[in-house]
């Protein structure tokens, strides 16, 4: 009976249960071949290593006790039969048990003077003194690295039995997916197409794993076509992936195409992203069935295709390594949430997370988007793996950390704050000059609390006060007494304005157009400098924000909400010129503002505040800004 919705514990437990004992016939590889390979067998040195009696230094062999008593003042004096020449690594022949540093003696009239007092055996390396005949010099497991080289070649191995690793094959299916090389520009492809991606990352995994992988020609949403497909997979390699078709829509037929040609073990796994991953034996190879989300696709790689390679390979499975192994993880490390976060209840869940020192405390905090998002995966410095059991993660909850990137805790500042493209660029800039920067859109007020908190090295914003028509000072002056150790930086000064189609085909001219019945917005977030100025200009002119179609659809960067505005989803985003640009849509100027920095006092320090302050000045990065249209330099 097929067994479903397994928690991964259990799925290691089948795994391990049906193919474990069973790795595939061991490998006979040249030396040359060898480096990176695992070894299947312990290896015995044939030979003792050095195999004679070798001089460690140079200078003269000779019988210690020739030097007994002999000092700076009273040296040992041998004639020529009592000593001979040697450098290092040379034959000591056995009328000596030692030798005397060059250093140690002088020669004078063919009589040579020793200055210390030698022990027998004395720089002198012994028959065996490095590996003797009989001794394992490498064991079961071991990875062929360069110096295992070097001494396999010494002692004269000159073949060397490995692990084989299994033939794997990734089968790519979906009437939607586009095979790689069929279409250069995605920007060509027709609605509902898209390109076929997920080889190329799981390619990349297999590389790091030192695994063959093979992709299969692309299969379409059908049931006989992949049956053939799959068998013939069964026959040439030892481990079949089938890409796609494991959930349970009309076309999806990858358990079914298991189940005619073999067995279905799984289907569904408690875990999130891949829960619809299935396993199957066909020729009693096993069956992957991988969903199409690149990140189900990955976690799923992790979780269930890395096992069975081992598997295969070595007959066992280290349930307290293999995840690791399988990541590449480079450190991991206890470190808090830097925002609560609350996962399904009995489910283990995969967050993608990035990270940053904040003082001498190190956070993290998961990136959003769901398993089809290839940013948030690609952006992600690390995963954590929330067990079934854990439900709440409040607000610096400590979790454990897998990280796949070097992180530089020390020079990263993180920027949180107002949204804007611009900001964006700065990047590249802080890290040329050898800090980092990262990112989280927060809102203009949403990251004067975050600093207020403790939680960021910096903000931005861009908030208005109706009142007085100044900007930021009072939102400021909110969060004293921390805001009176703050500075506060002038980046530049943008336009704000209505964000529309090409053509503004609805005619928007006015804020009096946003209440009309066949005119839908796009909003930004609670605390957002773009939300309050768009409530502002209600109030002003008296307009309730009830009345506005769309008004409680919101986006959290401007960029998001001109692509609102371009695929029809909304007639009108209130948001700034460049990102109007950037999509080719028409901008109506409404105001330009402007748009401050502020960082506290004490992270003036801070070597990626330090880079970022000197980067704002780069011509190069203020060329490229202007570049994009609707900023102002002070």
Known sequence: ????????????????????????????????????????????????????????????????????????????????????????????PPNFDSVAMVEDTSLKDGNLYVYVSLSPGANLRPVGEDIVKGQIVAHFGDAVDPNLMALFYAIGMRELPVLSRPKVVFIPTGDEIVPRGHVDDPSYLPPGKVMESNSVMLECLFEKWKTPLFIGPHVKDDLKSLREALLKAAEEYDLVLIGAGSAKGKRDFTAEAIEHEGELLFHWVLMKPGRPALLGAVKDKPVVGMPGFPMSTMVVAWSVVYPLVELLMKGNLNEEKFLDDAMGTKEKLKASLLMSHTSPQGI??????????????RYVWPLSGGSSSMRATAEADGFVLLSSKTYECPKGKELEVRLVRDVPWESRALFQGSDDPAVAKLVSYVRRRGADLIIRSVGSLGGLAA??????????????????????????????????????????YRQQGFIVKKGNPKE??????????????????????????????????????????????????HLDASCRVAWGLADVALGIKSAADALDLDFIPITEEPYEFVIPEDELRHPGIAALLDAISDEEFREEVDRMGGYRWP
């Open 1 to 92: 009976m097929v067994k479903e919705h397994l928690p991964l514990e259990e799925v290691w437990q089948l795994l391990r249960a049906r193919w474990a004992g069973r790795r595939l016939p061991v490998e006979r590889i040249p030396l040359q071949q060898a480096h990176g390979a695992l070894l299947a067998e312990d290896i015995v040195s044939p030979i003792n290593v050095p195999h004679y009696p070798a001089s460690a230094v140079d200078g003269y062999a000779v019988l210690s006790s020739s030097t007994s008593m002999a000092t700076a003042a009273t040296p040992a004096i041998l004639d020529e039969g009592q000593y001979q020449w040697v450098n290092t690594g040379s034959f000591v």
């Open 348 to 361: 283990s869940e995969w967050l993608r997370v990035r990270a940053v020192q904040l003082g001498s405390k």
């Open 451 to 492: 600093l207020a908190r403790g939680e960021a090295h910096l903000s931005a914003a861009h908030l208005l006060d109706p009142e007085t028509g100044s900007y930021n000072d009072s939102y400021i002056a909110s969060f004293k007494p921390m805001s009176d150790r703050w500075k506060r930086f002038l980046l530049f």
């Open 508 to 557: 928007i001219k006015s804020i009096e157009d946003l209440a009309r019945t066949d005119v839908r917005i796009v909003n930004r977030q609670p605390g957002a400098g773009t939300r309050v100025l768009l409530d502002s200009m209600l109030k002003d002119h008296g307009i309730d924000a009830s009345l506005i179609k769309g008004y409680d659809d919101q986006t959290v960067t």
